[in-house]
Structures are given as C-alpha cells and as structure tokens.
C-alpha cells in the first residue's frame, strides 16, 4: 500500500512561541454555526436514513445550507420576531434507489426541526423560523465512485485536502472551552445568556485578551441594571475560566460595542443575532476542530454537512486533527504538529498522495528521534481511516 507520508522539521517558531496570536470561535448560535450544525443534523439522518432502507450510505451532500436573517423587536422582560428566520438546506441526495423511493426531504426537515429545538430553544420552529430542503439528485460520476461495493475502502470523491494541528496553544485552548462552557454548565443556570456566543482571543507576548460577544435573552432580562449584571456575570466566568488555562496576564471584556447611554445593547428575543439581519452559511465559521486560527494552515472547505463515507473535504479535514493529536498525546518532545492530507479522485481514501506531517520539536529533541514513531502513528490511523465515518455518522465528533 502506497502511504507516501513524510515527516519534515516545520522552519518556524511554535505558535505558543510567536508574539502575536489571533484565535475565534462563533459560538453553537451564530448564523454560521447555526448552518453548520443544521447540515450536519441532516447529513447524520441521511446517512441513517440510507443504512436503514439499503444497508449502505448513498451519495449525498448537504454542505451547502443557507440562512437569512429575520426581524426581531426586542425589549426588556420580552420582545417579538417580525419576520422569520429563513434556512434553505441545499444540496444533492439519491432519492430512489433498486425501485424504492426514499423520503429525503422529510429526513431532512425532520432532522433540522430536532437540532433547532435543541440548540436554540428559544427559537419557534415554523414562526420564528422557517426550514426548506432544496436537495436534487446527486451527480451520476461521482455516484459510481460512491458505489463501489467491491470496495471495502472507498475511493476520494474529489482531489482535495484537510489540514489539522496539535497541541492546542493555551489562547486556542481558552477560546474553545469558554465557548464549550458558557453554552453548557453556564447557561444551564443562566438562561439569559443565548447561545449566539462568538469569542476572539488575542495574544500578545504574554498578555491574553479574550473579547466575548454574547446574546442575552430579553426575557431573561427586566431592564438595563439586569442585563449589566448578565454581562459582568459572563466576564467574570470566562476571566476564571481562562486563569485555570494559563498563568499569563488575561483580560476578558464583553459587549464592547453596547453603548448604555443610547440604550443599545446586545439584547435578542431567540439568543441569536441570525434574528435581525445577520445571515449565514455553512463553511464560513469554524474549521473542523472548532476554531478559527490565522497562524495556522486551514482549509477552506466546509467540513459539515459533506458525506462521511468518501468526501475528503470531510474525511481529510477531520482525520488530520485526529491524527495531530494522537501523535502529539502518544509521543513526547513535540512544541508543534501540523499535518496536512491530500487526495486524489479516485484513489483509495486511505491511501493519499501524500501525508505531511511538520514539526515543531522541543529544545533537546532531535526529528530523527521521533520520526518513526510518527510514521507508525500517522500508518495506522490511516489504514483505520473508515472509522472516521462512523464516528461521524454516530455523532461522535464535532465537524465545527
């Protein structure tokens, strides 16, 4: 089996190590992430929908899922929406196969109704916001690459790439896990806090500034005193939470833009700003391990809502980061990992053109002490590349 994996020093400082570091993350209920987490719902219940009905998963995609915004009226202790939220799920899907038809479209609605309610709760599904399914019949070449049944590892539907990294660097870390928090355990005993939380980390030298945008919830909120209270509530929290990652000088500020003399302030009827003209689309936030990191290499594909099983936009992006931090949690003396997978169409999807992975050693460390051991590591989960897609398909894994 052709692997092609090289193992090479990477000529630049470790981003722990650079001077300037830039890090996001828009929360579960931004506009993108609201796209994000509807395709992928509904790539889950196609490929179930498909395993059930024919035993195998059908060429589909649903990676290209759109929002336009809505209008809201908030006001203190309850506001309205105006206009609803409005989400087209668009893509291909097989719709017939051996004879039976197969009920996408309603998977498909079923499957974003399910998510919405669960990520915003607050949302009406079919008043506050509206869900249509676009999905045509899939592309007749790249269903025959699908459907190679005599193949027990599938082929690349495209020739493209993933890229993933490892370790996280203590501002990565922070902005993942605040977000993580504050849409969990946080909001669990603060329902003023929505779920559109959008964090950016800045790291200078040794100084971390964290801004948080967070929406509050007019309900949850009888007037400005209140909502003052919400937002020096979320600052506090996330300033604790970042001291319990970093020994660095933090400083954590919240709605930056508010102005309490104008009485404008980052106030919503649903916790999400996709209710008063901020659109969205899959893709355009998070990469597939839930950040956003200029001082890496990242891929422009959308990770969410492909499909599992041979999409590499999907596979490589999310099989890169799993390979980055299984090598750096098995292997000591790494500073920094970035692995980059690219495939070719038509080629077995564990075998790519090639597998790069570049590194960052430790002061001590040689590259000629590790490199087989990365080889070995990088070897094996490609050969276990399959359980990407069932990880996938099952909700193991996050795709944003």
């Given at each position: 089996?052709d ?6 020093r990477?000529?630049?400082?470790a ?12 929360g ?62 668009v ?28 990520a ?11 869900v ?6 899939g ?24 890229v ?10 922070i902005?993942?896990?605040a ?9 669990d ?25 967070a ?14 209270d ?12 970042a001291?319990?990652?970093t ?48 001082n ?31 090598v750096?949690?098995e292997?000591?003396?790494?500073r920094?990992l970035?692995v ?12 790519p053109?090639?597998?790069d ?31 990407v897609?069932?990880?996938v ?7 944003f």
């Open positions: 089996m692997q092609n994996i090289q193992v090479s990477l000529d630049r400082q981003v722990e190590d650079q001077e300037v570091e830039i890090v996001e993350r828009k579960i209920g931004h506009p993108d992430s609201i796209c994000d987490g509807v395709a992928e719902s509904v790539s889950r219940a196609l490929s179930q929908l498909y395993l059930d009905r024919v035993g195998k998963v059908l060429h589909y995609n649903t990676d290209e899922t759109q929002l336009v915004a809505g209008r809201a009226a908030p006001a203190f202790g309850g506001g309205e929406v105006v206009e609803p939220i409005y989400i087209l799920i893509g291909r899907a097989t719709r017939e196969y051996d004879g039976e038809q197969l009920p996408v479209d309603s998977t498909a609605l079923a499957a974003a109704r399910d998510y919405l309610s669960e915003i709760p607050e949302l009406e599904y079919g008043t506050d916001i509206v249509d399914a676009k999905l045509g019949e592309s007749g070449d790249l269903q025959d690459v699908f459907g190679e049944e005599t193949q027990q590892v599938p082929m690349a539907n495209d020739t493209s790439f993933g993933g990294h490892a370790p996280l660097t203590e501002t990565e870390t902005v993942r896990e977000e993580s928090a504050l849409n969990g355990p946080y909001h005993d603060h329902p003023e806090l929505g779920p559109d939380v959008k964090i950016m980390g800045k790291r200078e030298g040794d100084r971390i500034d964290i801004t948080v945008a929406a509050m919830v007019d309900a949850h909120v009888d007037g400005l005193e209140e909502y003052d919400a937002v020096e509530n979320v600052r506090e929290y996330v300033d604790d939470l001291r319990g990652y020994d660095r000088e933090v400083n954590v500020e919240v709605n930056t833009a508010d102005d309490y003399d104008e009485g404008s302030v980052y106030l919503t009827v649903t916790g999400t700003s996709a209710e008063q003209g901020d659109d969205g689309s899959v893709g355009r936030g998070n990469r597939a391990n839930g950040l956003i990191t200029p890496r290499p990242m891929s422009m594909e959308a990770t969410s809502g492909k499909n599992p099983v041979n999409h590499i936009g999907k596979i490589y992006n999310l099989l890169s980061t799993r390979v980055a931090e299984s750096t949690a292997i000591d003396g790494i920094d970035q980059r997978l690219l495939s070719q169409i038509g080629r077995p999807i564990d075998e053109h090639v597998a992975a570049q590194i960052v050693t430790e002061e001590g460390v040689e590259l000629g002490d590790i490199e087989a051991d990365v080889l070995a590591i990088v070897d094996d989960e490609l050969a276990n590349v399959t359980d897609t069932r990880s398909i099952e909700g193991d894994v996050s795709t």
